[in-house]
């Protein structure tokens, strides 16, 4: 089957980090798996799983893509993406990565093709195995904490319950602008996920 994208959700294995900041793009890959699972339309598979990787087939606004949480830890996510990419003939530029970044604030989120890589270990994996930049990316705000000393341990502690609800209303936006990004293309996903205000009551 000839699939139109890789859809990589960032995150760190294990029960210990599932509702850490640092783990926004593995809630997004498993709220995506679960809409899939309910929906006959979106045609869900669970593909075979590697040791680097779990790996999920299913169908978005009429195109076939896969989608992926890396299981090597952060800082190697580009294995489990270059391994996929190469067994499936997907191109850099059809890769799109959904992860966590400090220098939004929560509720806020971007989406664009290349840039910098922020310091995320993540990202810089993933550019290292593809040779190139030019994947896209939808960044999800977490905030930073108030000294840099403090990332570390920021990143990787859990969200609070008002965090949580935010965080997942960014999720369904999301999903909702990677159906739009499938059927329209990336400007009105950007525009759609640059503008969204999550309900902070």
């Not at 966590?100 to 993933?126: A, Y």
Request: glycine residues 10%.
């Amino acid at each position: 089957m000839e699939y139109k994208a890789l859809i990589v959700g960032l995150g760190n294995p294990g029960p210990e980090y599932a509702t850490t900041r640092h783990n926004i793009g593995f809630i997004l890959a498993d709220a995506l798996v679960e809409l899939a699972k309910s929906r006959k339309s979106m045609r869900f598979k669970e593909l075979s799983a590697s040791s680097n990787y779990e790996l999920f087939s299913m169908s978005l606004a009429g195109n076939n893509i896969l989608v992926t949480k890396p299981l090597t830890y952060m800082n190697l996510s580009g294995n489990a993406v270059g391994s996929i990419c190469g067994k499936n003939s997907i191109s850099v530029k059809d890769v799109i990565v959904v992860h966590d970044e400090l220098d939004l604030p929560q509720g806020r989120m971007k989406f664009k093709r290349g840039g910098g890589n922020n310091g995320h270990r993540g990202l810089l994996s993933i550019q290292e195995v593809m040779k190139s930049p030019d994947f896209l990316r939808i960044r999800i705000g977490i905030g930073r904490p108030e000294f840099s000393s403090q990332v570390k341990d920021y990143v990787l502690e859990e969200f609070s319950a008002k965090e949580l609800n935010v965080s997942n209303q960014m999720v369904h936006a999301v999903i909702k602008g990677l159906d739009l990004y499938f059927r329209r293309g990336q400007g009105p996903a950007t525009q759609f996920m640059h503008t969204f205000e999550p309900d902070e009551s």
